[in-house]
């Protein structure tokens, strides 16, 4: 499967996004196709393809990733009535692109369990 991705192309500003963060090593955009009112993708800007790609070398990444979703969640104004982060890991997790990515999913009240 190729390591290329249309979130590897909006890291690298050669594909559109509505961009809410971005430093050297994390990115942050909204949802093409959101399923809350906040949806928005964290993704590392190195490519990992999933969650069983990064290693202990990406343990501070990793920890960024959830503490810019953290920031974002109180910027968005959704930190205090709560909110949803989610990670998707190959097929039967329901990963459809395959650099990792944070959701961060809020806005409207989460059922439990996901489908
Ligand atoms: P996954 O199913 O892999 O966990 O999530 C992939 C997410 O990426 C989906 O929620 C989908 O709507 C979103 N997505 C797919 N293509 C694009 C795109 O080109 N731009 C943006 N902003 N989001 C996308």
Redesign the pocket.
């Known amino acids: 499967m190729p390591t290329e991705t249309?979130?590897t192309r909006?890291v690298r500003g050669e594909?559109p996004?509505?961009i809410v963060y971005r430093d050297d090593e994390v990115t942050a955009?909204?949802?093409?196709?959101p399923?809350a009112p906040t949806?928005i993708?964290i993704v590392p800007n190195k490519t990992l393809r999933t969650l069983n790609d990064a290693g202990p070398d990406d343990q501070a990444l990793l920890g960024k990733l959830l503490l810019t979703a953290q920031r974002i969640a109180a910027e968005m104004g959704i930190a205090e009535q709560g909110y949803r982060i989610?990670?998707?890991c190959n097929s039967q997790g329901?990963?459809?692109?395959?650099h990792l990515?944070l959701?961060l999913l809020g806005g409207r009240h989460m059922t439990w369990p996901p489908g």
């Open positions: 249309i979130f909006i594909a996004a509505r955009f909204h949802d093409i196709s399923a949806h993708l989610v990670i998707n329901g990963q459809s692109v395959y990515h959701h």
